[in-house]
């Protein structure tokens, strides 16, 4: 090999070997690069997580913010469940649970929970009365519908057109009760679910009044079958156009109230006529003795009292904040609706009691 040979190989080998090494110092450097740059986003990673919860929220993309949003509804919503809620002011309750503005404190907060609502009934609140009140005389009219409707066949002239007529009666007030408590009690679900029952409870009404008629007009005109069913269809068709109403989503506005009250009493007034025809076929004596015609009196004084304290807001419009828990219009309503639907009985009874001691016939001089 010659010199020169083995100096161009020398210088080769020491570019290569150079190379070599700047390659190696290289790959270290970027190595090294790397590994910083992880344990950067690693600490970053930790920090983030460090941050309150406010900040990481604000921090989140939109499907992060709604399952944060949502872990937080599930903790609200077992929070309710254990309940342990509160109670709120009137001014911080959402726009769909303000009904009434002079109670002033004592109101459930929006609850999403069937079960917390239904725990709700052992509470103390603005509903407490409502609720109660209607439920203890749904299961009170219940007990008696069972019993009346078990009664002996022998005490009825006729037991299978009776017990349907006085059914229907017991049948509109159970209804009415129990849409009325279900509705106060699960109101404050949501704002459907508060709307949908509110429908019910408004129809409830219209049955009861309509299967009040029914065994009045029964009895009443025993003998005159023909004005009978004519007034029954009326009734019915009155009753049907209220329902109807009632299901617009404006009739359970705060602003429709008189408009609410207003419709169940014209429906309820709709008995006037039948009633002035029967006491001018019977007689003024006979229609308040034997025709129960005082106890149909005192029940529409019971039922248009109720709905005129409902309407005006009576007591709590002249003591804001006193009558939040007890005895406000709504509650003193429920009770006069109770009370009224149990003179209706009453005297419904004593009219079955009076065509049972004078038999089935209808006599020529105008029995009744």
Known sequence: MSPGTASGTSDSRSSESCSGSNTRNGTVPARRTAHNGD??????????????????FMGMTPLLQAHHAMEKMEEFVHKMW???????????????????????????????????C??????????????WTHLLGCLFFLC?????????????????????VIG??????ILCLSFSWLFHTVYCHSEGVSRVFSKLDYSGIAF????????WLYYSFYCSPQPC????????????????????????????????????????LSGVVP????????????????????????????????????????????????????????????????????VHFHGVSNLQEFRYTAGGGCAEDGAL
């Open 118 to 131: 239904f725990k709700s009934i052992f509470r103390i609140h603005t509903e407490t009365g409502n609720i």
């Open 144 to 164: 008696l519908g069972i019993f009346y409707m078990f009664r002996p066949n022998m005490s009825f002239v006729a037991p299978f057109q009776e017990k349907i």
């Open 208 to 215: 009861l009044i309509m299967g009040s008629f029914v065994p």
């Open 275 to 342: 009633s002035l025809h029967f006491v001018i076929t019977e007689g003024f004596l006979r229609a308040t003795t034997m025709g129960q015609m005082g106890w149909l009196f005192l029940m529409a004084v019971l039922y248009i009292t109720g709905a005129c304290l409902y309407a005006a807001r009576i007591p709590e419009r002249f003591f804001p904040g006193k009558c939040d828990i007890w005895f406000h219009s709504h509650q003193l309503f429920h009770i006069l609706v109770v009370a009224g639907a149990f």
């Open 229 to 268: 069913f004519i007034y029954l269809i009326v009734v019915c068709v009155l009753g049907l156009a209220a329902i109807t109403v009632s299901q617009c989503d404006f009739f359970a506005t705060p602003q429709y109230r008189g408009v609410r009250a207003g419709v169940f009493v014209g429906l309820g």
């Open 39 to 56: 344990s950067k986003e690693r600490k970053e990673g930790e920090e983030e997580e460090e941050k309150s919860p406010d900040e990481g």
């Open 168 to 173: 229907m009666f017991f049948l509109g007030a």
């Open 82 to 116: 254990e309940g342990r809620w509160r109670v709120i002011p009137h001014d911080v309750l959402p726009d769909w649970l303000k009904d009434n503005d002079f109670l002033l404190h004592g109101h459930r907060p929006p609850m999403p929970s069937f079960r917390a």
